[in-house]
């Protein structure tokens, strides 16, 4: 193996192990596979430019064209041409998916789901690291520098996991940067063996400046930068935030399963947007055999972060979705609940990340890629996995406690008081201060509960308005609360940041209000159903819902004192929604027509029989078939300059082999045939002789035909060799060679005792050199990339074919023959 090939699977390595710091940002190995096949196939390319040889920067260029047509293979067949030249729309292929990964960075965290954004960000990057640390250590022959690469890669990798594992992936990257040194240092030392052997020394030698000392100091210089950067980079990344960008130990709940953290993108940006739609369109379709459809709230995310300026969901470990989902935090067995099941259709143009589903859920049974966050109890996609036309089972519990249960709740556990009550340092003064006059008269944390929803619906004088702005500021809350004018965001953050300055663990829920029940026992839910109430946590009942919002929802039984007991309390009237609760009655169905109804189409949207999850293919398959299917695409292009390249290495080294191994004295020409004095040389020997001297004189025509000589067989060799000297214009030097291999032929073919001649490839090789100096710049390309004499690797497959019919029908024939033969004997 050439030390430049040695260099080049060093470097491949090298990228390889550092990429392996990568493994615990996403939840499945089966990327570096992936980038380990196009990284080989990079690194190939490489070494076939550097054979041919190109300058270094068309071999850099070469390698980059390659790693675009396997990524736009990978990644934007579809949109290629051919399925893999890139052209407009792969290149807005390539757009989508980076922010589509992009998207998926902010949304999840360590481990991630593998989704196509992710692993095209993955592997590119590893394809730019590779192709930087080949042309550094392989092209450009300086394995030092292609540290800083390495280093690059694996601090970020290192910084993103915080840690974890980071003393394995830290080996594994030093091992492969002190193999790529080593190789270089082997390389070199080959080169510099005269001075440890005791050559004088002599000016521009090891000892010179610039000799031993320049790479010495180099490579000093080069490990301070790259100790400093190490140092540095980690200390920055955790300043980042959201998603892959934050620690893994962060998340909270379990690992178990099949691992993976979500930080929620905020769902408030559109929420008041489907408030003020002009057609309320049907976004939900159910049936439940719950008897109280006015408390048929779907949840689809809670908000429990809080920075002063909006509420956001936490980052939170999610695992596989459980058959059964654990009982709620905190809620007590004495408390009355009824299991409901629901099911639920989603209209085929809504797309939500989130699953909306009763709240507190004890299972679900859905179609697709999902997960589930134990924490707020949500169920969330995986890999782009949404509810676009889904029809899905939820098992959920109806909690009924009483004003009582709630009013007697003993103090919530330490770490949720600790989590859920946590406030802004810059929170308006006004905001505790009004709560604090509200909850005056309260005697405990429930009633100051109900004092802050009647505040808000009742009491206050606020009005309903959906045109007032969400606000991103410090002042919102206060604003809101002079101005007494907003929508259900308004409401729900005021109820819930002001519960938490008086200690009560609080957060945000977000999704639908109750829907509208139809005529066939079916509830719709539309787009003006979207919104949002405030949860705050009591012990032994878990999270509660309460509603500060006027005219929307429905009041919560147990927010009624003077009625504990009672599941439909008697409230004033301007308790109750004027426009938006849920009627007894049915009405007209958005969905559906009176015909359908009649006929009980619209039941027929949602089978009482749950769906089964289809198993899917392993990933990784896709993939290898994927990059084969692009390597080949590659490689045979390729083809005929491989064939020629081996097919001269071949017969070449061939020749060194003879003239180096061949018995006697002199090391011009010997005698292979007469031993000599006491020795009998094998008996093949005349025959291998032959054999290169044959090969060498078949690589010499071959080189004159790629480079537009072609051979005449009917020719001598002597006359052969004077045909290629006067076509090609060869000088003196160049012509000499050729009659010397010419006159070895002549050796072999009439002479009674063959010698073997030393230095034949030397001499084709001049021969080469020559022509191409010669040659047009398009000649020479050809000669390299499409040379003419590879066909005769098509001439070698059809005798190979030949013969093996010949052989094929002779043993038929003997196997006719032969039960013949044994019957007339």
Not at 66 to 95: D, E, I, K, N, W
């Amino acid at each position: 193996m050439s030390s430049r090939a040695r260099m080049a699977l060093c470097a491949l390595a090298a990228t390889l192990l550092t990429s392996c710091a990568l493994l615990p940002l996403v939840d499945t190995p089966a990327w570096l596979m992936h980038a380990a096949l196009l990284l080989a196939v990079q690194s190939g390319v490489g070494a076939l430019a550097r054979r041919v040889p190109l300058a270094r920067a068309l071999t850099v260029a070469a390698q980059a064209l390659a790693s675009l047509l396997l990524l736009t293979l990978s990644f934007a067949s579809a949109q290629a041409l051919a399925g893999f030249v890139p052209g407009p729309q792969a290149f807005q292929r390539f757009a989508d998916l980076l922010e589509q990964g992009t998207q998926d960075v902010e949304r999840y965290a360590i481990p991630a789901p593998l989704s196509d954004g992710i692993q095209l960000m993955l592997v590119g990057g590893v394809l730019l690291i590779g192709l930087m640390v080949d042309a550094l250590a392989v092209t450009f022959r300086s394995a030092a520098p292609a540290g800083l690469p390495l280093l690059a890669l694996y601090s970020v990798a290192a910084g993103l996991a915080d840690g974890a594992g980071g003393w394995v992936w830290f080996v594994l990257a030093a091992l492969g940067y002190l193999t790529l040194l080593l190789a270089e240092g082997r390389d070199r030392l080959s080169q510099w063996g005269r001075v440890f052997t005791g050559a004088p020394r002599s000016p521009g030698t090891l000892t010179d400046a610039g000799g031993a000392v320049a790479p010495v100091r180099t490579g000093r210089r080069i490990g301070a930068v790259a100790l400093g950067i190490a140092l540095v980079v980690p200390l920055a990344l955790p300043a980042m935030n959201g998603g892959l960008l934050d620690a893994a130990g962060a998340g909270v709940g379990s690992g178990g399963g099949g691992g993976g953290t979500i930080s929620a993108v905020n769902p408030l940006v559109s929420l008041r947007d489907s408030l003020n739609v002009d057609e309320d369109r049907t976004v939900l379709v159910l049936r439940t055999d719950s008897e109280d459809v006015s408390s048929m709230y779907l949840r689809i995310v809670s908000l429990d972060e809080f920075d002063g300026t909006t509420w956001r969901p936490a980052k939170r470990r999610v695992v596989d979705v459980p058959d059964e989902f654990p009982a709620p935090t905190g809620l007590r067995p004495d408390i009355p609940r009824t299991e409901v099941r629901t099911r639920i259709a989603a209209a085929d143009w809504y797309a939500q990340d989130w699953l909306p589903m009763p709240y507190p859920p004890s299972g679900v049974d859905i179609d697709g890629r999902w997960r589930y966050e134990p924490i707020g109890m949500t169920v969330v996609g995986d890999r782009s996995e949404n509810t676009q036309g889904k029809t899905y089972e939820v098992r959920s519990l109806e909690v009924r406690p009483t004003a009582r249960q709630l009013a007697e709740s003993p103090e919530p556990p330490s770490s949720i008081e600790r989590q859920y009550t946590e406030l802004p340092d810059s929170l308006p003064s006004v905001v505790e201060s009004t709560a604090q006059e509200v909850t005056a008269d309260a005697r405990n944390p429930y009633e100051q509960a109900v004092a802050l929803q009647e505040y808000f619906a009742l009491t206050g004088g606020f009005q309903y308005d959906t045109e007032v702005e969400v606000g991103d500021d410090r002042e919102a809350l206060a604003r809101f609360l002079r101005d007494k004018r907003g929508f259900c965001v308004h409401y729900s953050f005021a109820m819930a940041t002001m519960a938490r300055s008086l200690g009560i663990p609080a957060r945000v829920a977000v999704g639908f209000a109750p829907g509208t029940p139809q005529a066939d026992r079916t509830v719709t839910v539309g787009l003006r159903d979207a919104h949002a109430w405030p949860e705050l946590y009591f012990e032994g009942v878990g999270w509660t819902r309460f509603e500060p919002t006027p005219t929307r929802g429905s009041t919560p039984p147990y927010t009624v004192p003077d009625a504990p007991d009672s599941s439909d309390p008697e409230l004033p009237d301007n308790a109750r929604p004027s426009g938006a609760a849920p009627s007894a009655e049915p009405s007209e169905s958005s969905s559906c027509s009176a015909e359908d109804k009649r006929l009980e189409a619209c039941a027929g949207a949602l089978p009482l029989d749950p769906g089964t999850t289809e198993g899917e293919g392993p990933f990784w398959y896709q993939v290898t078939g994927w990059v084969l299917l692009g390597l080949a695409l590659v490689v045979l292009p390729l083809a005929p300059m491989l064939y020629r390249l081996r097919r001269r290495a071949v017969r070449l080294s061939s020749a060194r082999h003879t003239a180096s191994s061949a018995p006697g004295p002199s090391g011009d020409g010997v005698d292979v045939t007469a031993p000599s004095p006491g020795q009998v040389p094998p008996p093949q020997t005349a025959e291998a002789a032959a054999g290169h001297v044959l090969a060498v004189w078949r690589e010499l025509t071959d080189t004159a035909w790629d480079y537009g000589i072609p051979p005449d067989d009917a020719l001598t060799p002597r006359k052969a060799a004077e045909r290629i000297v006067r076509l090609g214009q060869l000088d003196e030097a160049a012509a000499q060679g050729v009659h010397r291999v010419a006159g070895a032929v002549e050796q072999v073919l009439f002479a009674p005792r063959p010698r073997a001649v030393s230095g034949l490839a030397d001499e084709v090789r001049g021969l080469r050199a020559a022509l191409r100096s010669r040659v047009s710049r398009s000649t020479r390309v050809r000669a390299v990339v499409a040379p003419r004499s590879a066909v005769r690797a098509v001439w070698e497959l059809g005798d190979r074919w030949a013969a093996f019919r010949e052989r094929l029908a002779e043993r038929l024939t003997a196997l006719v023959r032969r039960p013949s033969g044994q019957r007339g004997g």
